[in-house]
């Protein structure tokens, strides 16, 4: 039967829960300037993040599935990151070929470390679950093993990621002036 050809009350039979009227999830109202002012095609939907360079989007789940505002913003940090790696933007994503088969492993780094960067910079909590961080962290011990001085490669990359995050929302005197102070 399609649901238009019962009576009466269903709420009984439905397997799954109705969404809370009230949403619990909170905008943070300089991150989401920061974001918004990328252009960057930011999809809702699903249970996972990722980035799709092939496609150039963002997909995350829906706000409203993060415990806490700032793990949101802490996975769209991390995915925003990704993004700049994209051949329009710093042409990132293949420039860390030369560390073999750890390259994912690499951007994966780069990722992390400009989400702290840019979490920090937007004054938000990191987030208290590191599952993620953990689950990397044995590939990025064997980039840095393998290679001392990659550590500043991506530092470097992370720093350039954020700057280049924060430029699209910043105007051009408030970016001198920080590029003054930084040098």
Known sequence: FHI????????QFRDTQTPNAEPNFIDF???EEVFSATGADIRFG???AYYSPSKDFIQLPP???FAQSHE???VLAHETVHWTGHESRLNRLNKFAR???NAYAVEELVA???SAYLLAELGLPQSDDLSNTVSYLDHWVQVLKQNHSAIFSVCSAASAAVDHI???SRSREESDAETVLVV
Do not use: T
Not at 4 to 11: A, E, I, M, R, T
């Open 4 to 11: 238009s050809q019962v009576d009466g009350d269903l709420d």
């Open 99 to 101: 560390f073999g088969s």
């Open 166 to 168: 924060l430029s699209y």
């Open 112 to 114: 992390e470390l400009g």
């Open 29 to 31: 109202g300089p991150a």
């Open 46 to 48: 699903g249970d996972r």
């Open 72 to 74: 949101f913003y802490g």
């Open 63 to 65: 706000k409203a599935s």
